[in-house]
């Protein structure tokens, strides 16, 4: 073979050519589309998290949608599943400390993403053992004050029960109580067992108590409450929830 005939060989035709550059072309715009997609989603994830704040939630969510290529979702206005996480929701003495939620074939009514209706949510709303603990150190009253430390040191004890043992002065003890949710938005607190030399006086103003709790988003409601390693989760829904800013 002839070094001619080899060079031949090596050297690409005008037409593998042109083939090569529409592959680059094209690996070009569909990088550029992926980008521009990512880009899309972030934006659009801002927007939804203010949104969605203004549903009744005191600070500003993370958001995050789901699915690929987001632009199509955008273009036909129907979200497949959108996960939301906030924190630090107050009502009176009760602090939810974390709402992580999933919502559900959302459709919205406009490109502005400010109004539409969520076909289903579900998630779960804690009220770690620290925040409750504040909230039932308050509701001592004055004994208050002899408790070591800023507030009960409450642990799980099953899953319907929450313990702490208590110092005051000279003498200790401990406490049980179970956790129950009531009829809508309530979660009661008694007491159902005690040891030690406590005083009466400290555990009667903590020995049956009900506390309102926050008010969540987007029509979340509580179903079921259970004592968890991480404090007090309410199991929360919510079907068909309309939403406009």
């Known amino acids: 073979m002839t070094r ?3 060079r031949r060989m090596r050297t690409p035709s005008p037409r ?3 083939v090569w550059r529409y592959v680059i072309a094209l690996v070009i715009v569909v990088v550029l589309l992926v980008i521009l997609d990512f880009a899309a989603r972030l934006a659009a994830e801002n927007v939804m998290a203010s949104q969605i704040q203004k549903q009744g939630l005191q600070h500003k969510p993370a958001v995050s949608i789901d699915g690929f290529p987001f632009l199509t979702q955008v273009a036909s206005r129907h979200f497949q599943q959108v996960n939301l996480k906030a924190v630090d929701q107050t009502e009176g003495p009760v602090t939810i400390t974390s709402i992580n939620a999933t919502a559900r074939n959302i459709r919205l ?3 502005a ?3 539409g209706t969520i076909g ?3 998630g779960t709303a804690v009220i770690s053992f620290s925040s409750l603990g504040n909230t039932l150190t308050q509701q001592v009253g004055p004994l208050g004050s002899l408790l070591n430390g800023a507030g009960l040191d409450l642990t799980a004890a099953g899953p319907h029960e929450v313990k702490a043992s208590l110092n005051v002065l000279v003498v200790s003890g401990s406490a049980t109580w179970r956790v129950s949710r009531l009829s809508g938005d309530r979660l009661n607190i008694r007491l159902v067992s005690s ?3 406590l005083p009466s006086s400290l555990l009667s103003s903590i020995q049956d108590i009900t506390l309102q709790i926050p008010k969540l988003p987007l029509g ?3 179903d079921s409450v259970r004592v968890s390693p991480d404090g007090i989760v309410g199991r ?3 079907a068909n929830v309309p939403f406009s800013s």
């Open 120 to 122: 289903s949510l579900s």
């Open 220 to 222: 979340l409601t509580i």
């Open 195 to 197: 040891s030690g030399g």
């Open 4 to 6: 001619t005939a080899t």
């Open 113 to 115: 993403f400010s109004s």
């Open 236 to 238: 929360v829904t919510g």
């Open 109 to 111: 009514n406009s490109y």
């Open 16 to 18: 593998g050519r042109r």
